[in-house]
């Protein structure tokens, strides 16, 4: 009888699980890829570039329905952002007031609205002082009405304070 042949002798197992498990992974990986490349819709939102050494506070003043409405304080860190308000931007004017808490010297305008020291929301812009409120002059932002705006505050767009003032203590965090 004729010696089988070295082809027809079994076949060794080999073990397939690295194999397998790499186009897994291959896989996977491209899948994630692909996702990523999808694009997506960006977030529409107010934001405020701080670009100074310097902490800031922020009040940010805005048409709420028929009435204005003011907020504060955004605590924004030295070289840092944040967002003031999320979602597609209502409005072509918002106003902001800012003040350097390290150095001194405030971002203002003359659009007068009402502010206080602590963290406050305040309908209205009318009557400040009449109603308990500080009454600070803000300046204006025109976001040319699109659906995001971020401002940048530099501290060459800044007013000095006079030699007699000295910069308030920072207010509590808004949320």
């Not at 089988?4 to 079994?10: G, M, S």
């Not at 805005?62 to 070289?79: H, I, P």
């Not at 109603?131 to 000095?160: A, I, M, N, P, Y």
Request: glycine share 8%; charged share 20%.
């Amino acid at each position: 009888m004729p010696e089988p042949c070295a082809a027809l002798a079994p076949a060794r197992r080999v073990n397939s699980a690295p194999r397998s498990l790499a186009l897994a992974l291959s896989a996977a990986f491209a899948l994630g890829l692909g996702i990523s490349l999808i694009p997506t819709p960006a977030a529409a939102e107010f934001r405020l570039c701080n670009r100074t050494q310097s902490r800031v506070g922020i009040a940010l003043g805005y048409k709420d329905g028929d009435a204005w409405a003011t907020e504060g304080w955004w605590n924004v860190a030295a070289n840092s952002c944040e967002t003031l308000l999320r979602g597609d931007l209502a409005a072509r004017f918002y106003y902001l007031y800012a003040v350097d808490y390290d150095q001194g010297g405030e971002w203002a305008g003359k659009a007068y609205m009402c502010t206080r020291e602590k963290e406050f929301t305040i309908k209205g812009a009318e009557d400040c002082l009449a109603r308990g409120f500080d009454r600070t002059g803000f300046f204006e932002v025109d976001t040319q009405e699109q659906k995001s705006w971020t401002v940048q505050l530099t501290e060459s767009s800044q007013s000095k304070p006079s030699p007699a003032a000295a910069p308030l203590p920072p207010p509590r965090a808004k949320p």
